[in-house]
C-alpha cells in the first residue's frame, strides 16, 4: 500500500464506529468460511475457504498497516 492510499484510508480507519462495524462484518465472514471448512470434501472449496479466513484476518489489522504508511503515529 502506498502511503498516498493509507491517507485516504485514514477516515476509514480513525473512525471507531467504521471500525467497530468492519471488526463485527470479519468476524461473521470469518464464521462462515469456517463452516465451510468444516462441512466440506472438495479441496478446492477448503483452499478458497482457508484464504478468506487469511485475507479476513489480514483486513482485522488493516487500522495498524494504515497508519504506519500514513506516516502517522497511534
Known sequence: ?????A???LPLVNTKK???A???Y???RIKDAFKV???STDVVVIHMAQGAIRELRRLKSLR???VAKA????
Open 1 to 5: 500500500m502506498t502511503p498516498e492510499v
Open 7 to 9: 491517507k485516504k484510508l
Open 18 to 20: 467504521n471500525t467497530d
Open 22 to 24: 468492519l471488526e463485527l
Open 26 to 28: 470479519m468476524e461473521e
Open 37 to 39: 471448512l468444516e462441512q
Open 64 to 66: 495498524s498497516e494504515v
Open 71 to 74: 506516516g502517522q503515529n497511534g
